[in-house]
């Protein structure tokens, strides 16, 4: 079992009571809506919870990755598109913080922090989002800098972001270059249907001839490759928490409701059938736990994001998985009931089924372990 | 005109456990174990005000319990809010107490810590629900007192008008500081502690102050805890509740109507 400190203790019980008292009363409203409630950006980062992770001279908190995952797992718990929010936000920070120049940081981290600025990474394209080495868009560099074309896909916060981290092909390699909001030739698409997560903006992006100077690559360029591949391996774990919290809450859900719902005489959870269905989401959520927490307890005792490659990968798969699986069997405890968006299960299904091909599906998940197993 | 303020406070079993808490009607006490305890809400609202009259008017705000060493969180968490300090009186002496003895103890603990102009509390705990402590403690420490305060003003660092909840309105009462006061909940809407506030917290000064602290100021260890309590539970009982179910039917006017007889009928009116 973790041994959670004090400090992330108090965090969990901040988090869960901002979950509750924020996010409960609104989460049916926002989710038919399908609205980017851009006021809770304000309201997380006021708490501080968009720099759990990052250093304290850039406007972080520094309290870790660890603490950053119990965060995210105890927003999912109630309302997961804040939680995906806060997840998607983690990788450009995470990026910029530890390849970007000292200016680069400077510039762009503490109005993200502070809520003031959205950043977003745009990887994927038409063509795959998991063969990141065969771009399409690139970036030419010309006398007075970098000339984009190209067509990103599924970028999530894309719409919203004052921001953009682009991943594109600079010659042989790619490079991750920082493209703004309102420069010529940067266009926002529409934004893509989900049929989870309907607070979080998925949006298409596209550069047409967008010039944008030399100094906007983030680390060397041609180093853009290793760098995602850096950032989406300390990223991904936080994807499983959300898994793990949207189980947690389905359980809840679905505990209570079995403890109140009376079905031939007598409270449902007293039906064998019942219990063995929470027997398993309990040692699901159990297990999917050690899974989760471990990367980001790892990175903060000095683990590098090479040492935690296969304990990433097996995080987000674990947890994207037992958010479905449990909240499939939530569903068959409540009946009837765990369909009707009311009881939230519906709500939280769809969701988690959107963690599933994020950041990569469960079977790159399980090819990425098994070439770390197989080294 | 800097104001320093204690705030009391107190951690309780958590109300979304209490369908949890049996009895155990030979001791005539709850049994508490397995159930999670919170800082009192009113409490958190005393110290949020605590807080806000800082912020206006600078100061210090100090906050101190009783209770075991768990009671530690509590106090734990009103310095992430944003606390200056904390003091915790922690001693097997103090076990048992009522509130009398529970507000002389903290009488002690305000002794000790020294300097305030303004003694804030929550104006009842969600457990005993009394509500008697803040009296009790102002008559302690000589002090006058208010309780059901929904708002505090303070004119200088001597005075302050509060605004006093009473039966179909309120009170203004101006009152000369130091005193205590207690709130209620609709006083404010208290923040919640932030991440940095988190971090901070262990590195803000918490006082441990037992029963010899208290008598090295001529205090009475015979007044303190279930020796000291003239209260004595004579029983504790559960009472069972029982539902029964009737359905009105008609247009709402009439559904209206029905409800008023059977509530006369049944002596709820």
Same mark, same amino acid.
Not at chain 1, 214 to 223: H, L, N, P, T
Not at chain 1, 354 to 361: F, N, Q, R, S, Y
């Given at each position: 079992m973790f041994d959670f400190t004090k400090e992330q203790e108090m965090l969990r019980t901040m988090v869960r009571e901002f979950a509750e008292t924020e996010l409960a009363p609104k989460a049916l409203e926002l989710d038919k809506r399908?609205?980017?409630?851009?006021?809770l950006v304000k309201k997380l980062a006021s708490l501080g919870l968009l720099g759990i992770s990052t250093t304290r001279d850039l406007g972080?908190?520094?309290?870790?990755h660890l603490a950053g995952t119990i965060a995210i797992e105890e927003l999912a718990r109630v309302y997961p598109s804040v939680a995906f929010f806060l997840e998607v936000g983690t990788g450009p920070v995470y990026a910029i913080s530890h390849f970007g120049s000292e200016e680069q940081k400077k510039k762009y981290i503490p109005p993200v922090l502070k809520g003031e600025k959205i950043m977003c990474i745009a990887a994927t394209e038409p063509t795959g989002g $998991?063969?990141? +080495? !065969?771009?399409?868009t690139e970036a030419v560099l010309s006398e007075d800098g970098y000339v984009i074309n190209g067509r990103k896909v599924y970028i999530t916060g894309g719409g919203v972001a004052d921001q953009c981290i682009l991943l594109a092909k600079t010659g042989e390699r790619a490079s991750l270059i920082m493209v703004e909001r309102g420069t010529p030739g940067f266009t926002i698409g529409r934004r893509q249907d989900q049929m %989870? #997560?309907?607070?979080v903006d998925v949006s298409e992006l596209a550069f047409n001839d967008c010039k944008v100077s &030399?100094?906007?690559?983030? %680390? &060397?360029?041609? $180093?853009g490759f290793p760098i995602a591949m850096t950032t989406f391996t300390v990223a991904r774990p936080a994807i499983g928490a959300i898994g793990l919290g949207i189980a947690r809450g389905a359980f809840e859900i679905a505990l209570k409701y079995a403890k109140e719902r009376v079905l031939y005489g007598k409270p449902?959870?007293? #039906?064998q059938a019942i219990q063995f269905l929470l027997a398993d989401m309990d040692s699901e959520i159990d297990a999917a736990r050690w899974l989760v927490y471990y990367p980001g307890a790892a990175l903060d005792k000095g683990a590098s994001p090479r040492d935690i490659i296969k304990a990433s990968s097996r995080a987000k798969a674990a947890g994207a998985g037992v958010g479905v699986s449990v909240t499939l069997k939530a569903i068959e405890i409540l009946g *009837? !009931?765990?369909?009707?968006?009311?009881?939230?299960l519906a709500r939280l299904l769809n969701d988690a089924m959107? #963690?599933?091909?994020? +950041? *990569? +599906?469960q079977q790159i998940m399980k090819i990425i372990q098994a070439g770390e197993i197989l080294k | 005109m800097p104001i320093d303020i204690i705030v009391c406070i107190k951690q309780v079993p958590d109300p979304e456990y209490f369908d949890k808490i049996t009895l155990d009607s030979a001791t005539g006490t709850i049994r508490r174990t397995g159930i999670p305890v919170i800082t009192n809400p009113a409490d958190r609202h005393a110290v949020e005000e605590a807080l806000r009259i800082r912020e206006e008017f600078g100061g210090s705000v100090t906050v101190l319990t009783m209770g075991p060493p768990q009671a530690r969180k509590s106090i734990d968490e009103a310095l992430a809010m944003g606390a200056d300090r904390g003091a915790l009186l922690c001693d097997?002496?103090? @076990?048992? @107490?009522d509130t009398l003895s529970t507000a002389y103890i903290l009488s002690g603990g305000i002794n000790l810590i020294g300097r305030y102009d303004l003694i804030l509390c929550g104006?009842?705990?969600?457990?005993?629900?009394?509500?008697?402590v803040p009296a009790q403690l102002s008559e302690f420490l000589g002090l006058p007192h208010t309780t059901h305060a929904r708002r505090i003003d303070m004119i200088d660092d001597r005075r302050a008008v509060i605004e006093r909840v009473v039966e179909n309105g309120y009170l203004r009462v101006e009152m000369e500081l130091p005193a205590v006061v207690a709130v209620l909940k609709r006083i404010n809407t208290y923040r919640l502690p932030t991440v940095m506030g988190i971090m901070e917290a262990s590195q803000k000064e918490v006082l441990e102050l037992g029963c010899s602290a208290c008598e090295?100021?001529?205090?009475?260890?015979?007044?303190?805890?279930l020796e000291g309590?003239?209260?004595?539970? @004579?029983e504790v009982f559960e009472s069972p509740q029982r539902r029964r179910v009737e359905m009105l039917t008609g247009e709402p006017q009439e559904i209206a109507k029905q409800l008023v007889r059977r509530l006369h009928q049944l002596d709820a009116l």
């Open positions: 399908g609205e980017f409630p851009r006021d972080g908190s520094a309290m870790g $998991s063969e990141l +080495t !065969n771009l399409a %989870g #997560l309907r607070s &030399k100094d906007s690559v983030i %680390g &060397k360029e041609g $180093s449902i959870a007293r #039906l *009837g !009931n765990g369909v009707s968006p009311e009881y939230h959107e #963690l599933i091909p994020a +950041t *990569g +599906t | 097997q002496v103090f @076990a048992g @107490a104006n009842e705990t969600v457990d005993g629900s009394t509500g008697q090295s100021l001529g205090m009475n260890s015979c007044d303190m805890g309590s003239p209260t004595r539970v @004579a």
